[in-house]
């Protein structure tokens, strides 16, 4: 619960289905992002995956906006080798897209995380080195159980600023209340609607921050092209 004056506490998640861009799109909204990302993302041979991760981009964008940094650019947009990306503004952020969805989660109150996957024919038998005994009973041959637990770690992971499987064999998704415990923290986690053939999940950390303040939009094609 806030306290008297205290700022509101606010966690926003924007949502899209993906779609192609067309060329002269797809160059414009490169030169919106530094140049290294620039040169990072031209250099992707997989079309789509360009285009989710620009599209990953303009829904920051539009976040930011959310949250009163109206004149802000992606100027300062930094992806690190073994980090999460970050801005030179006082707010975390999150993106994850995958076929079919592009999300961003936005907070004003500390660390935020986000995955979304789409649901395949995995199990959590495939997984017996990421997932421990516990969380493989919990999923058995269930396909959408096993990609719950998967992303919960991946948006606790994200979260924390890390990046790679091997940590996710360290986040336990099987504590109280639906959280997880990573690197001796308690994380809090939400599933974000997503329909039948998507599972996504929110995590953020310990502290002012709930889950329970959370803005979930889905924008539509048109409102993406617009931002």
Request: glycine share 8%.
């Given at each position: 619960?806030?306290?008297?004056?205290?700022?509101?506490?606010?966690?926003?998640?924007?949502?899209?289905?993906?779609?192609?861009?067309a060329?002269?799109?797809?160059a414009?909204?490169?030169?919106?992002?530094?140049?290294?990302?620039?040169?990072?993302?031209?250099?992707?041979?997989?079309?789509?995956?360009?285009?989710?991760?620009?599209?990953?981009?303009r829904?920051?964008?539009?976040?930011?906006?959310r949250?009163?940094?109206?004149?802000?650019?992606?100027s300062?947009?930094r992806h690190?080798?073994?980090?999460?990306?970050?801005?030179?503004?006082p707010?975390?952020?999150?993106?994850?897209?995958?076929?079919g969805?592009?999300?961003?989660?936005?907070?004003c109150s500390?660390?935020?995380?986000?995955?979304?996957?789409p649901?395949g024919?995995?199990?959590?038998?495939?997984?017996?080195?990421?997932?421990?005994a516990?969380?493989?009973?919990?999923?058995?041959?269930?396909?959408?159980r096993?990609?719950?637990i998967?992303?919960r770690?991946?948006a606790?992971?994200?979260?924390?600023?890390?990046?790679g499987?091997?940590?996710?064999?360290?986040?336990?998704?099987?504590g109280?209340?639906?959280?997880?415990?990573?690197?001796?923290v308690?994380?809090?986690?939400?599933?974000?609607?997503?329909?039948?053939?998507?599972?996504?999940?929110?995590?953020?950390?310990?502290?002012?921050?709930?889950?329970?303040?959370?803005?979930?939009?889905?924008?539509?094609?048109?409102?993406?092209?617009?931002?």
């Open positions: 619960m806030d306290t008297p004056g205290s700022a509101p506490l606010r966690i926003v998640v924007l949502i899209a289905s993906d779609f192609a861009l060329p002269e799109r797809e414009r909204w490169l030169r919106d992002l530094p140049a290294v990302r620039q040169a990072d993302i031209a250099r992707w041979p997989d079309g789509a995956a360009r285009h989710r991760s620009l599209l990953g981009t829904l920051l964008r539009e976040g930011l906006r949250f009163g940094f109206h004149d802000a650019s992606l300062s947009l690190a080798p073994t980090g999460r990306p970050t801005l030179d503004l707010l975390d952020f999150s993106l994850s897209h995958c076929e969805r592009v999300l961003c989660a936005l907070s500390g660390p935020i995380g986000v995955d979304v996957e649901i024919s995995l199990v959590a038998a495939d997984f017996p080195n990421y997932l421990s516990a969380e493989r009973a919990w999923a058995g041959g269930d396909p959408r096993f990609y719950s998967w992303t770690k991946e606790v992971v994200k979260a924390a600023g890390q990046r499987l091997a940590e996710l064999r360290h986040v336990d998704t099987q109280a209340d639906g959280g997880a415990t990573f690197a001796g308690a994380w809090q986690t939400a599933s974000i609607p997503m329909g039948i053939a998507h599972v996504a999940h929110l995590a953020c950390g310990p502290g002012r921050q709930s889950l329970a303040c959370v803005t979930v939009e889905h924008l539509s094609r048109e409102q993406v092209e617009c931002n």
